[in-house]
């Protein structure tokens, strides 16, 4: 298998859950009251599954290894469009983060920030996944033989490890430092 499988894979996933955001912004603006504890679960997604999981793969990993390689202006170019556009979408999952706790229930108007930021994170998203899956991922594995495809596919599985001790391990110290000391 090629390691772009598995990246492409999560792709999808993340596009499910780009098209639930969309769903939740339409409602937003048509003046629902915002489901907090769902963008709240978007911004963990984002967080841990697309960011730290799969954007750890690419920067940590592939990106890496391409490095080593004689790409392409073309691909070199690419590759440095998509780690600036991690960067920006850390950024705008940051400030859904902090204006899903900004929005006061039952106040439109403290609301209505979110949606901007919700349909410019889902547009970038889906702009992002279709630069890797469609301009970029199937071109540059011709750099790599069998055995480095392997071993790139051995790394992610490490990352995936990583991410989830790290994550609950962040959960028991925040629920610590809430309870305060013994
Ligand atoms: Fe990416
Ligand atoms: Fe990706």
């Not at 499910?16 to 955001?21: P, Y």
């Amino acid at each position: 298998m090629q390691p772009i499988g598995p990246l492409m894979h999560e792709h999808r996933l993340i596009e499910r859950l780009i098209a639930l955001m969309e769903k939740e912004a339409g409602r937003i603006e048509a003046g629902a009251r915002p489901d907090s504890r769902l963008i709240d679960e978007a911004v963990d997604f984002f967080r841990t599954y697309a960011d730290h999981c799969h954007h750890g793969k690419e920067e940590e990993i592939l990106f890496v290894e391409l490095r080593k390689k004689p790409l392409s202006d073309e691909e070199r170019r690419i590759l440095g469009e998509l780690v600036e556009e991690h960067v920006r979408g850390r950024a705008l999952v940051g400030a859904i983060h902090e204006a899903n706790g900004r929005a006061v229930p039952g106040d439109p108007a403290s609301a209505a920030p979110l949606v901007p930021l919700m349909r410019e994170l889902s547009g970038f998203y889906r702009v992002h996944i279709d630069k890797e899956d469609k301009h970029f991922f199937h071109p540059v594995m011709r750099h790599f033989s069998k055995q480095e495809m392997d071993d790139m596919l051995a790394a992610f599985e490490k990352v995936e490890i990583r991410v989830f001790r790290e994550k609950y391990a962040a959960v028991v110290e925040r629920r610590e430092q809430a309870a305060g000391p013994r």
